[in-house]
């Protein structure tokens, strides 16, 4: 079976993802789609919630498990049985960090390979953090997140 682990921060989940997640659904008999706990960065949304939002935005996506994970993510790869990992590459922007990160995962398990998809050109250049300084700035963000993730910022101002 050829299973593929699809790892990110998911701060929030966003139709890119969605996008680069229905063409690997293709690709592979399974993916899985892993919440980093540790990213290195700060996050703004709890981990829970992130999944939960990953959870809700997927459904329609078969084949298609979703997870969080802490500790390092090829040891996870290895876990779940995952000689795959994979990534979206956006723009060259992207290039040089996804490069390092895949050449470390690389040297820590060798048997691991990195396998890169290119989102849909109306995606290229959204981002997550792009996502939430709009939710702060009140744009609408039906073209960029999934429905439970509008919810999510819909229900959060109302709360503020
Ligand atoms: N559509 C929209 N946005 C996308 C995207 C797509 N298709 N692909 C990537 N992005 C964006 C994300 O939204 C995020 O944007 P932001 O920085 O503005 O919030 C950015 O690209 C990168 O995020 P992500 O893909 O979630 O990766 P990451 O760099 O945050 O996390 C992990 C990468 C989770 C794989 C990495 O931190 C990790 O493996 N952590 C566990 C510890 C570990 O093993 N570290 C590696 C040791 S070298």
Redesign the pocket.
Known sequence: MHRALY?????PI????L??LEKAVRLFDEVIL?G?D????NTSIQLEERLRLCVESTRHIPNLKVLS?S?????LAEKLECNTML??L?AVS?FE?EL??AL??KK?KPQIETVFLV?SLK?MY???????QMADLGAHLEDFVPEPVLQYFHDTKRAR
């Open positions: 790892p990110g921060t998911f701060d966003t139709l890119g993802h996008n680069i892993a980093a540790y990213t290195g960065k994970f500790g390092l993510v090829v040891e990534r979206g956006r992207d960090y390092s990160l470390t995962n820590i989102p995606y959204l981002s997550s953090s792009m996502v939430r």
